[in-house]
């Protein structure tokens, strides 16, 4: 059975830095294309980063050169390192694995990110 | 980078028919996928490659994809069924590869 499990979040101050976790299960993250998406609280979902099988990254504009994807083969975990945060990054995040088109097939539950004062 | 476009809100009676948009530069010419969000939950995937169905999503849901305009229709609508649905399409041309519309809200009246 696939599941993905995020964990890491939590109340961080402006500026500061965090890294998200999603520990998957029942398939290999490095043969997957994975993804982060976000939800601000009350608004639609949006695309964070995305990492390729063969280890390609691309990110929002709005995190580009402050949030890091990456994974861990050794422990089938994809992680998000997120620096420079500010308000705006407040949010759930969720990974998920994209399927064979490209649609995200499997979610994990979202770990709440706030960043505050 | 490429945007998706979806009414906010929806309406429809139970046992009724529900039909929702997403608007896109010849978003015929990619493949569309629909996501069901409930208050509190992750979303789940409902219809993918335009219009095929993951195991476990009733028959009662549906996609089509042509031209500008890609539809997500669900017949014979329950309570059950009320939720945010967004849609999403992969880029692959693009730095931004993964594109979300900006989401509905069904209500069942």
């Known amino acids: 059975e696939v599941q993905l499990v995020e964990s890491g979040g939590g109340l961080i101050q402006p500026g500061g830095s965090l890294r998200l976790s999603c520990a998957a299960s029942?398939?290999?993250?490095?043969?997957?294309?994975m993804s982060w998406v976000r939800q601000a609280p009350g608004k639609g979902l949006e695309w964070v980063s995305v990492?390729?099988?063969?280890?390609?990254?691309y990110y929002a504009d709005s995190v580009k050169g402050r949030f890091t994807i990456s994974r861990d083969n050794s422990k089938n975990t994809l992680y998000l390192q997120m620096n420079s945060l500010r308000a705006e990054d407040t949010a759930v995040y969720y990974c998920?694995?994209?399927?064979?088109?490209?649609?995200?097939?499997?979610w994990g539950q979202g770990t709440l990110v706030t960043v505050s004062s | 980078s490429y945007v998706l476009t979806q009414p906010p809100s929806v309406s429809v009676a139970p046992g009724k028919t529900a039909r929702i948009t997403c608007g896109g530069n010849?978003?015929?010419?990619?493949?569309v996928h629909w996501y069901q969000q409930k208050p509190g939950q992750a979303p789940v995937l409902v219809i993918y490659?335009?219009?095929d169905r993951p195991s476990g999503i009733p028959e009662r849901f549906s996609g089509s994809n042509s031209g500008n305009t890609a539809t997500l229709t669900i017949s014979r609508v329950e309570a059950g069924d009320e939720a945010d649905y967004y849609c999403?399409?992969?880029?692959?041309?693009?730095?931004?590869?993964?594109?979300f519309g900006g989401g509905t809200k069904l209500t069942v009246l």
């Open positions: 998920a694995r994209s399927g064979d088109y490209e649609e995200l097939d499997y």
């Open positions: 029942g398939f290999t993250v490095s043969s997957n294309y």
């Open positions: 490659y335009d219009s």
């Open positions: 990492i390729y099988s063969g280890g390609s990254t």
């Open positions: 010849n978003i015929g010419s990619k493949s």
């Open positions: 999403q399409v992969w880029d692959s041309s693009s730095d931004h590869p993964r594109v």
